[in-house]
């Protein structure tokens, strides 16, 4: 006997990820899902984009690590709201382990939660977690094929954030190379070029974050970043 | 395995032979990989015996300017006859159970 399914293998994840960005809207919250390599800078932005935020927008941090919270511990050390999410193992955060989470947020009481994947191009670029937006940070020292390699973490990103810019005359990453392979890859993305180490480059990220939350403040929708490859 | 064998307890099979999967070309699968995954979970399981039938499916890319559809090689989203960047992905992101054949 044969029987029809035509059933998406991600659709359950999906279904609870529409569920979250549905209560996040109704709480007028941008939700950024962060992405990159182990290393890439990931903590780091956070912990500069923090602190550039503060008084401005009120704002939550969902840590996913492995088994450590050392990322948790360095984002808490700045008195920001912060929850963690060991995933065991696990390789990237699926919807259900981000509604957990949320439920021990005040959700009334923020503008912007942002989600810190595990470290790794590959597969959380596969799990939509409820967010209105994806960043991926891509650090120099990692080598301008990435994006090819890699290419549904950028294809998918509404920014892609170059770090460690400061490094760039010490190595031979090809800036312009990147450059293209990003743009074609997902012609509508922003890039910011910044350092987390000096500062540089940040006000960039920072302003494109702040319009992003105040869109979703106003109620209006979203570029539909994250799903909208998503077929069948 | 879920979806497998939901579906194949609504119909009331006794065994599930084969799982027809229609795997995108831009999905994170290899399907050496998958079956090897699948072989261990179905253990124990009706399906435990099931043959997978993987069917991929290309990247194709439809161009909103000139209205070109084409294969994206290489992951270059730019339109192959007029260079535009105003694309939309048809296929190739598919990860979907099509249907089963049981007894």
Redesign the interface.
């Known amino acids: ?10 659709g ?1 994840n999906d279904q609870i990820a529409a569920e979250i960005n549905a209560l996040l809207s109704a709480h007028h919250i941008f939700a950024l899902n962060l992405m990159g390599s182990p290393g890439s800078g990931k903590t780091s932005l956070l912990e500069r984009t923090v602190a550039a935020l503060q008084g401005e927008l009120r704002l939550a941090v969902i840590e996913g690590d492995l088994f450590t919270s050392k990322d948790a511990d360095r984002i808490a050390r700045q008195g920001t709201t912060v929850v963690q999410i060991n995933t065991s193992g696990g390789c990237h955060l699926d919807a259900n382990m981000v509604k957990t989470a949320l439920d021990k947020l005040d959700l009334s009481g923020l503008d912007l939660i942002i989600i810190e994947n595990v470290g790794n191009l ?2 959380p ?2 799990f939509n977690i409820g967010e209105d937006a994806r960043a991926t940070v891509l650090s120099i020292t990692e080598g301008e094929d990435k994006p ?1 390699k890699y ?2 973490a950028f ?1 998918e990103a509404g920014i892609v954030i170059l770090n460690k810019m400061d490094l760039l005359p010490y190595t031979s990453f090809d800036l312009a190379g990147a450059t293209e392979d990003i ?6 993305v922003a890039i910011a070029s910044v350092s987390c180490r000096t500062g540089a480059g940040l006000d960039d990220w920072i302003e494109w974050l702040k319009r992003q939350a105040a869109d979703k403040q106003a109620g209006q929708p979203q570029a539909d970043l994250a799903g909208h ?4 | 395995m ?3 064998l939901a ?2 307890a609504q ?1 009331h ?1 006794q065994k599930v032979r084969e799982i027809r ?2 795997v ?1 070309q ?3 699968v290899e399907p050496e990989a998958l079956r090897f995954c699948f072989s261990s979970v179905a253990q124990g399981t009706i399906a435990a015996e099931a043959e997978l039938r993987i069917t991929g499916v290309p990247l194709v890319a439809e161009c909103q300017d000139c209205g070109r559809k084409f294969d994206v090689a ?5 339109c192959s006859a007029c260079g535009s ?2 694309v939309t ?15």
């Open positions: 006997m044969e029987i029809q399914v035509k059933e998406n293998i991600l359950k590959v597969c670029a596969e090819l290419p549904l294809k743009v074609s890859l997902n012609p509508a490859l998503r077929l069948g | 879920d979806i497998t579906n194949a119909n099979a999967l229609l995108g831009m999905t994170g290489g992951y270059r989203f730019l960047a105003k992905v048809l296929s190739g992101r598919e990860l979907r159970v099509e249907y089963l054949e049981v007894d």
